[in-house]
């Protein structure tokens, strides 16, 4: 349990300095709207860039670990947008920004650090090959299905041009693209490029988390209890339940079973809300089910890891 304290808990102090300055007034809403442009537009792509260029591709890529994860991602998906279309009554394009919070886990910033301190750093070889794909399948997704839901009325002929343009103007995709250039052709940048690009990334989780939490702030969680508590329970617990009883039936390796079920069991990532924000749509149900999931995590992550073999 102090492991996952002092993991979990410094994010969640980040984003309460976010939301305790923008309600005192020490920081105003545009600034943080500038801050959010900044990170989601600049640092978080040089920060997936500067991750798939440098991950081995080749390793450990194990098929039954990535479709029993993955599987209660796109699960999660499907329940998250059916439920918030059909039982909340939200329109289509909330519905899609809700349904990716439920699919967008949060792999990097709580999965990876959680799983090397739980089992050491020789066990995330699984990790690795969940987070290389995470962002291109889940930002896949959330784009199309959000271009189906807009393109309403309009020709289908047309939907594969407007999700690919809409893939391509997304900076966090053209990130992960150039990193995979940049990987599959041994491409080198010159040392003060790495050294600026590191730069860049040392801003990039502290900023949106703090800027995240000036955005609470503003998206206050009355009238959205009831499906913030659906968000959170499929990420919480379905998705984990779902990648646990196919781990079990592909019968996966101790250390990959754990580290799939673990990087399930992980709140809803900042991307979530900066899926939502990017598009205008759900933003408060958005924020607060990140904030919200990533407290209950402390709990519910810990009674995952004692059920771990």
């Known amino acids: 349990m102090q492991a996952l304290l002092e993991v979990v808990l410094p994010v969640f102090l980040v984003i309460g300095f976010g939301y305790l300055a923008v309600w005192r007034g020490w920081f105003s809403d545009s600034a943080v709207d500038g801050l959010m442009t900044f990170a989601q537009q600049f640092a978080v792509p040089c920060l997936l860039f500067r991750a798939i260029w440098k991950l081995d591709l ?23 947008l059916l439920g918030a279309r059909f ?19 949060n792999s990097l910033l709580l999965g990876l650090a959680i799983t090397e301190r739980a089992y050491g750093p020789d066990a995330l070889s699984a990790n690795y090959a969940i987070i290389a794909l995470h962002s291109p399948i889940c930002y896949a997704i959330g784009i199309t299905a959000m271009e189906i839901a807009r393109a309403r009325g309009t020709s289908l002929r047309q939907l594969p041009l407007k999700v690919a343009s809409a893939m391509f103007r997304n900076t966090l995709i053209i990130g992960i693209a150039l990193g995979v250039v940049f990987n599959v052709l041994h491409i080198g940048l010159p040392g003060p490029m790495v050294d600026a690009l590191d730069m860049m990334i040392r801003t990039a989780l502290p900023a949106a988390l703090f800027g995240m939490g000036g955005v609470l702030c503003r998206y206050k969680p009355a009238g959205d209890g009831r499906i913030i508590a659906f968000v959170c329970a499929i990420s919480l617990v379905l998705h984990p339940t779902i990648t646990w009883t196919l781990g079990k039936a592909f019968d996966l390796p101790v250390s990959a079973f754990r580290s799939a079920v673990v990087t399930a069991a992980m709140a809803p990532g900042i991307n979530a809300y900066v899926f939502a924000n990017m598009y205008g749509r759900a933003r408060r149900v958005a924020a607060s089910s990140v904030l919200i999931a990533t407290a209950l995590s402390i709990g519910t992550v810990w009674l995952w890891l004692s059920a771990l073999p």
């Open 87 to 105: 039982l909340f009554k939200r329109d289509w394009e909330d519905a899609v920004a809700i349904g990716f919070v439920a699919l967008f886990a």
């Open 58 to 80: 080749g390793q450990n890529f194990d098929l039954p670990v990535l479709i029993s994860f993955y599987t209660g991602s796109v699960t999660g998906f499907t329940v998250g």
